[in-house]
Each structure stands twice: as C-alpha cells, then as structure tokens.
C-alpha cells in the first residue's frame, strides 16, 4: 500500500530536480546579460582604479546606465566591504527600498541580509548586510551619533544633482569625516559621488577632484510641444494618452509625469474607465502609479511586463525622474509641473505647491523615452511657454526652512556660520531659524548659539523640531499617549479614503470621527478606533480608511514610544481635550491663523491670507476667530490643511510669547 506513495515521491522527485537549475540559470544569465549590457559595465576598471588612487571620485552619467545598482556591487566584488559597510544614500524612501530590493535580487539574496535599507522607520538590514541604501536623512541622523561614520568603508552619494537639504549637509559632513579618520590615522573613508545632471565644475572645486563622464547610450527622442497653451494641463494629458494610444504600436510603454497622489490616481481612474468603454470589455492599457506614497508591493508593480498587446502606462511623480528606471518606456508625456517645497523668508513656513519645472528637468524627463529604443516625448506645454523656465532647479537648501538643518548642524557642534556649504542658505531664512529654535526652547541664542538640552532631545526623533516639542512637553499636559498618537498618524498621509463614486458614503462613515474641535482631535479619534479593533482589515473597509496608513502611524508610534522611553518621558493619559489642544499649541504657535472680516484667515507669522482646506472637518461650518494649522497648500488658492480651534487665552497663557495677535 506503500508503494504508490514512493512512486509518487521519486517521480516529483525526478521532474523537479532537473528543472529548476534550468530555471535559475537562465534567470541568472538574463541578469548578467542585462548587468553586462548597461553603460556603467565598461567602466568598471576606470571607477575602480580611479577610487584606489583617489578619496573622493565623482561619476556623471545618463540616468538609467546603472550607477545606483550596479556601482554598489563592483565595490562589493573589489572588496571595499571587508572592513565596513558599503553605504548607498538615495534622496527618497521610495528608491531605496525599490533599488535595494532590486540589487538583492541581482545577487540572488534575500532582501536585508547581504542588501539592506534604512529608511525613517524602517530598518530591513541584518548584522550581515554588506550593502546599505538609506535615505539622506537617516545617514545624517547616524551622523549625530558617529561623526566619522566609522561603521562605512566607502560612503556613495547618490543622485547627487537632487540637492535636497539632507544632501548637502552630507557632502560636508562626508568631506569633514574624511579629513578627521585621516588626521586620526584611521581607516580612509572612500566617498563616491554620483548624478545624472551634476555641475561637475562646481562639484569639483568643492571636493577637490576631477570628475568622470561615463558615456552612456541613448536613443533620439522626438520631441513634441502642445501648440496651443492649456489651462488644465490633467486634460491635455489624457487627450495626448489616447491619441498615442491610437497611433502607436501597443508594446510601446507610456510614462506620464504629473504632480501628486491625489492627481495621479484620479487621472487613473478616468483612464481605465475610459479603456474599458472603448474596447468593449477587454482592456489593451493597463494603468500603474508610482508615488511615494503608495506602498511597496504596488510600487514594484510597475517593472512587471504586461501582457503582448496590452500597453503599460505608469502615471509618476518626479520620483520616475531619475531615481527609478522603467525599462520599456517609448513614450513619456510631461505635464510640466512638479509639487515643491518652498518658503518666504518672513514668514519662515514651508509651502507645498505645484511650480514649473525648471528645463533642466524638462529634458530629463523626456531623456525616459529613450532608454531601450528612440522615443517621443509630448509636453503639455508650449515651446512659447518652455521659455519662461528656469535653467535648473535651485538647490532645496536655497529654498525650504532651515529650522531642522540649523538644529541637526548644532547638535554636530556646528556653526551654521562655520559650515563648509555646496550653497549657503540665505542669511535672513538662517536668522529666523535660530529665531524661531529660540522660541521652541532648542537652543539659546546670543552673540554663539548653543543647543539646549531640549534641544538634544529634539533631535533624538526624526521629525520636524515643532512635532519633537509636543512629544517632549506632552507629558507635562498630561497627554503624552494621546500626542504619540497624534504626530504618528500626522507623519501618514491619506487616512481618509475618498473614492469620487463612493463620495457620499464615504462622507458619511468618516462622520463618526469627527470632532467639532477640528482636524487633529478627529484623527486621534480614528486612530483610538483604529487602535482598539480587531479586525483591522475589514473595519477600514468598512469605513472608508486606508488601512496601509493606518498600520504605518501604528509602526511610527511605536518607534516614537521607544524614542520617548529612551528619553525617560512619563507615559500619561488624559481625556481633556483642551489640555490636547494646549499642548498641540505649545508646539505650532508659529502656525497660528486669525479670522478676518472677509471670511479670510490671516497666518500671524507671514500675513499669508488663506481659507480651511475643504477636507477639513471645520470646512464650511463656523468659522472660529483663531486656529492653528500644520500644513500650509497652494494649488490655484491657498489652504490650511489640518486645522484645529483654539482660544485668544491660551495664547497669552501658553505661548506669551507670540505677539500682535488681535483679541476678538
Ligand atoms: P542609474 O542609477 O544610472 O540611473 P540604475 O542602476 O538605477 O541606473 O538602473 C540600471 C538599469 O537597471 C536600468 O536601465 C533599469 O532598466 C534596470 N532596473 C533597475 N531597477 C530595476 C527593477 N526593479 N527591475 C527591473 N529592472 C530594473
Ligand atoms: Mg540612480
């Protein structure tokens, strides 16, 4: 009776065995055979000989020739691991975790053993992990705890041409890490810096070495400009969508940059409904969005092939720019525009809105079509229009609040008037940070400015010095577990899911979390609910709640709680809500905005004349005198987004110190 169980074992057995080697090693040769292929394959021996020689070595190459995940393994083969970590910095979480993912699966290893990654609050990394991609921000963070960056053998400073803030504090604090071990006679810290677009003059002087051009290999791109300028730039790009649907060859791939989130998947929507009618059921288009908001599955999704006769299109953000390379693109459409942070030096608050983009990137993002074959790029845009943009892209550091990077620099010890920029901020942004790190108790200013305690602790969380005070004066309002809370699901977008067919349902299941006090207490309110269900998956459904923000905010809270617990806070709990709001005041006291006659409401730190959000839950009810916001938005008209009441009182009682704030 035995037998057929045997027989059945022996003959799986006997298929399976000679299959799979089959399998793997023709997965393995498509891979080496696409490693080989790429521009940067060629100059392995050039890079790597380069950075024997020198420190510091920078690579300039189109985007898409292999630099972010094939440089990583040449080192890794040349040994630079043996005595330390690889380290990889990457501008966003969303291509640290894609590429890590990526050269993982080029080594045939599991992601976090050999690759890993370190974004803010997630750490997928191993006591093994030889390769480590991490965004800018967490690498300077390791920076406040280990100047010298003792734990990396070399540092590579990817997408160099981003210039975010975080990177630029980078390239000194590398630069000066370097002069340190050195000095100390330790162990040299190789750097390589790479870009797609760097000013390799300016970059050069300021590491003092020469560059490396790595010649890459691309096809022409045709390009196309509208004739005509757009009002709804959204329309123009559905409209060029369908007519290259029309007229060209279906393995043609479209990529469609546009600005945000909220645009890209409403776009998606209308094009799969639009698909669907035109071609009577079966669908030859299929829609993927890649943003950084969206979650890691989903964001991998867009490398999968589709099916023959089925057309890719992926509808991105800037990050599909030069981060992320998707093979297959023939067509990019570009609608012109990218969302960017910016501030006015008076009034020191950073502003979220849609900007030009510069024609530096204008050409970048038509550069995507050309990758595997020629291309077309058509631009939403005139050429008349195209005029009117700038070169190139400022330097985020010229154009964000300083408040965090002046806080982060002190905790290092640094003088912002003795740091070694790329680019130096602006002397007016610079003095109202230390302004207003005055008022927020982080440091005390004078003739040299030193960080306070608090301030110390501030820097413990990788959050904006506002987000830090609440958690650190929490306790002393007695609301600690509720203000956790609070700044997790702050520091996750999208709690609320709005469906445009489903709208009113929608409205009326997140009903019950309102609070008549405003944004901030209604989603603590979903959060506690959140917090207490046990079937996660089916209430969030149910109640129109993005259940993957939600489990995100629930992450972050427990690493802020750990933070917090490191820290010594008292883990109190209060049911007072005005204690809530005082507290949240205590913290966002630069974000108070006062009712005007004309229904307007007036910021007291900028004069900036705004309206509540309309998905505020204080959208068209009454309109309270006095309120405080976290988030300021400018699309056609400015908003404050995240809004909650407060009272003339508390002003003079919790923060005295804001002044000329008119009482009602
Ligand atoms: P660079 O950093 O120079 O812009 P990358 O190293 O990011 O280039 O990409 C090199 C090549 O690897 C790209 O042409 C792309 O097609 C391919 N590639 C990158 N990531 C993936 C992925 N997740 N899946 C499939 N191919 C990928
Ligand atoms: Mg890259």
């Not at 521009?39 to 189109?62: A, F, G, H, W």
């Not at 690889?86 to 590429?99: C, E, K």
Request: some cysteine; glycine content about 4%.
């Amino acid at each position: 009776a035995n037998s057929p169980v045997i027989e059945k074992k022996t003959h799986v057995a006997q298929i399976k065995h000679p299959m799979s080697p089959v399998l793997l090693t023709s997965k393995r040769t498509s891979i080496e055979q696409l490693q080989k292929s790429l521009p940067v394959y060629n100059c392995r021996q050039r890079i790597l000989k380069e950075l024997e020689l020198n420190d510091t070595v920078l690579i300039m190459s189109e985007t898409g020739s292999g630099k972010t995940t094939q440089i990583p393994q040449f080192l890794l083969q040349a040994g630079y691991a043996k005595n330390g970590v690889i380290g990889i910095t990457q501008p966003r979480r969303v291509a640290a975790i894609t590429v890590a993912r990526r050269v993982a699966q080029e080594l045939s290893g599991n992601i976090g053993d050999t690759v890993g990654y370190t974004v803010r609050f997630e750490d997928c990394t191993s006591k093994n992990t030889k390769i480590r991609f991490v965004t800018d921000g967490v690498l300077l963070r390791e920076s406040i705890r280990d100047r010298l960056l003792l734990k990396y053998s070399v540092i590579i400073l990817d997408e160099a041409h981003e210039r975010t803030v975080n990177a630029d504090l980078l390239f000194g604090i590398v630069k000066d890490a370097q002069k340190e071990r050195r000095k100390q006679r330790l162990a040299n810290l190789k750097v390589v810096v790479t870009s797609a677009t760097m000013d390799i003059d300016h970059f050069g002087k300021y590491f003092n070495c020469k560059g490396m051009y790595l010649e890459g290999r691309t096809y022409p791109v045709r390009v196309m400009h509208a004739k005509e300028e757009h009002e709804d730039y959204v329309h123009t790009v559905l409209v060029t969508l369908f007519h290259i649907h029309r007229t060209t060859p279906r393995n043609h791939d479209v990529l469609i940059f546009l600005t945000g989130q909220e645009e890209i998947e409403s776009l998606a929507h209308q094009i799969r409904q639009l698909a669907k009618i035109d071609m009577t059921g079966t669908t030859d288009l299929r829609v993927f969005t890649l943003y950084a908001q969206l979650s890691q599955g989903k964001q991998l999704e867009c490398f999968l092939p589709t099916p023959v006769n089925v057309r890719k299109v992926i509808l991105a953000t800037n990050i599909a720019e030069t981060s992320i390379t998707i093979p297959g693109i023939r067509c990019v459409i570009d609608c012109g525009f990218v969302k960017e942070k910016s501030y006015n030096t008076s009034d020191g608050l950073d502003v979220l809105k849609s900007v030009r983009v510069s024609r530096a990137q204008a050409w970048q993002r038509s550069g995507r079509a050309g990758r595997d074959a020629d291309g077309t790029c058509y631009r939403a845009y005139t050429k008349k229009e195209m005029d009117s943009f700038t070169d190139a892209t400022q330097p985020e550091i010229l154009r964000t609040n300083p408040t965090s990077m002046v806080l982060q620099l002190l905790a290092l010890d640094i003088d912002c008037n003795n740091f070694d920029f790329l680019d130096a901020p602006l002397e007016e942004g610079l003095r109202s940070a230390y302004k207003s790190l005055d008022a927020l108790g982080a440091i005390k200013s004078g003739s040299v400015s030193h960080i306070t305690p608090l301030g110390r602790q501030m820097v413990q969380y990788p959050l904006d010095p506002k987000y830090s005070k609440l958690l650190l004066t929490a306790s002393s309002f007695g609301c600690m577990e509720e203000i956790l809370s609070l700044v997790s699901v702050l520091s996750s977008d999208h709690v609320f899911v709005s469906n445009s067919d489903k709208n009113e349902i929608a409205t009326l299941a997140h009903a019950k979390f309102q609070s008549k006090h405003g944004d901030h207490l209604t989603l603590l309110n979903v959060f506690n609910a959140f917090s207490k269900t046990e079937k996660p998956k089916m209430w969030s459904h149910d109640n129109y709640l993005n259940l993957r923000s939600l489990t995100y905010a629930r992450n972050v809270r427990r690493q802020l709680a750990e933070i917090s617990e490191r820290l010594n806070l008292a883990f109190n709990s209060s049911d007072d809500i005005e204690m809530i709001k005082k507290c949240i005041l205590n913290g966002f006291f630069e974000n108070i905005a006062v009712l005007q006659r004309d229904g307007f409401y007036l910021t007291v730190s900028g004069n900036i004349r705004a309206k509540i959000h309309p998905s505020s839950v204080l959208h068209g009810k009454y309109k309270p005198s006095y309120i405080l916001f976290t988030e300021i938005v400018q699309t056609e008209q400015t908003f404050l987004r995240q809004v909650t009441e407060i009272s003339f009182e508390w002003i003079t009682e919790i923060v005295p110190f804001v002044k000329n704030i008119p009482s009602r």
